[in-house]
C-alpha cells in the first residue's frame, strides 16, 4: 500500500469508526441482497457478529501502518473461518457489499479517492486472511 492509501485510510479511520455498525449493517443487506448463498455460511454465527466485524474493520484502519497490532486477531478470525469454510472466493463478495455499504453510509464523503484508498486497503487485509486460511486449511488436510 502507497503512503497516500495509507494517509486516507488514517484520516478516515474515526469516521469509519463513527458509523461501523451502520456500515457493516448496510454490508450484510448487499452481501445478502447479492449472494443469497452466503447466508448459509453466517447461520451459526452470533447475532452481534456485525459488532464484531466493526470492530474489527475500525482496528485495522486505525493501525493500518502496524499491521502487527492485528497478529492475534487475525489468527483467530482465521481459524473461524476455516471453522465455517470461508473460501477466497468470498472474499470479493464481501468486499464489494463493504465498499457499496461505505458509500451508502458516509455519502459525499466517500470521495473517489476515499473509495480507491479502501478498496486497495480492503483487498490487502483480504489477502492476509487469504494466505493464513490457506495455512491453517493446509494442515487440516
Ligand atoms: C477482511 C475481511 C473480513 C473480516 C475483517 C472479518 C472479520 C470477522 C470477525 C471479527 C469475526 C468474528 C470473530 C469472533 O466471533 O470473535 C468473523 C467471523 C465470521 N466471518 Fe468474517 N471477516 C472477513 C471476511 C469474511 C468473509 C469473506 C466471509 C464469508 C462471506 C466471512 C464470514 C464469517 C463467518 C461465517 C464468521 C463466523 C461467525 C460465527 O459463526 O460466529 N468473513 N469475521
Known amino acids: 500500500m502507497n503512503e497516500t492509501t495509507i494517509a486516507i485510510i488514517k484520516a478516515t479511520a474515526p469516521v469509519i469508526k463513527e458509523h461501523g455498525e451502520a456500515i457493516t449493517t448496510a454490508m450484510y443487506e ?13 447461520k451459526d454465527a452470533e447475532p452481534d457478529q456485525y459488532k464484531k466485524l466493526a470492530a474489527m474493520v475500525y482496528a485495522y484502519a486505525a493501525n493500518i501502518d502496524n499491521l502487527g497490532a492485528l497478529g492475534t486477531g487475525v489468527e483467530k478470525v482465521a481459524k473461524l473461518h476455516v471453522k465455517v469454510n470461508i473460501e477466497p472466493k468470498h472474499y470479493p463478495w464481501v468486499g464489494v457489499a463493504l ?15 476515499v473509495m480507491a ?6 483487498f490487502f ?14 494442515v487440516k488436510a
Do not use: C, M, R, S
Request: aromatic letters at 12%; zero cysteines; proline letters at 4%.
Open 30 to 42: 448487499n452481501l445478502f441482497a447479492e449472494h443469497p448463498e452466503a447466508k448459509e455460511l453466517f
Open 117 to 122: 484508498a479502501w478498496k486497495e486497503a480492503f
Open 99 to 113: 465498499l457499496k455499504a461505505i458509500t451508502q453510509v458516509l455519502g459525499e464523503a466517500a470521495t473517489p479517492e
Open 125 to 138: 487485509l483480504a489477502d492476509v486472511f487469504i494466505a493464513k486460511e490457506k495455512e491453517i486449511y493446509a
